[in-house]
């Protein structure tokens, strides 16, 4: 499946099931997602008192924090496939400068 393809399927299935709402609340159901994958993560290090032991879990918070993120990207008519294409490229040019981070910008 596409990344086009993956936003067409969420699109309808918002749709169909009257999941739609502003990109605000969007953006706020993301933010609480990724608060329960970083919590996955604290219970898959014992609190970071061990090295993170993976569950499965984990597969089913990151589905949640992706579907989320699709609907951001699908309330503002973002073209995912096109941001990442954009990105790969920006994270190259900071590699060839010596290190993904902003600072090789």
């Known amino acids: ?4 393809e ?3 399927r969420i699109k309808e299935f918002s ?3 009257n999941l739609d709402s502003a990109p605000e609340y969007k953006i706020l159901d993301a933010i609480s997602e990724l608060g329960e994958v970083a919590k ?3 219970k898959m290090t ?3 008192k061990k090295r993170a032991e993976f569950k ?3 597969k089913s918070e990151l589905g949640d924090l992706l579907y989320s993120v699709v609907t951001i990207a699908n309330s503002l008519n973002v073209d995912l496939e096109e941001v ?3 990105v790969l490229a920006k994270y190259e040019k900071r590699l060839e400068k010596g ?3 902003s600072e090789n910008e």
């Open 15 to 17: 749709k169909e099931h």
């Open 84 to 86: 990442i294409d954009k």
């Open 99 to 101: 290190g993904a981070g």
């Open 6 to 8: 993956l936003q067409k």
């Open 1 to 4: 499946m596409t990344i086009q």
């Open 40 to 42: 996955e993560m604290l």
């Open 56 to 58: 499965d879990e984990m």
């Open 46 to 48: 014992d609190y970071g």
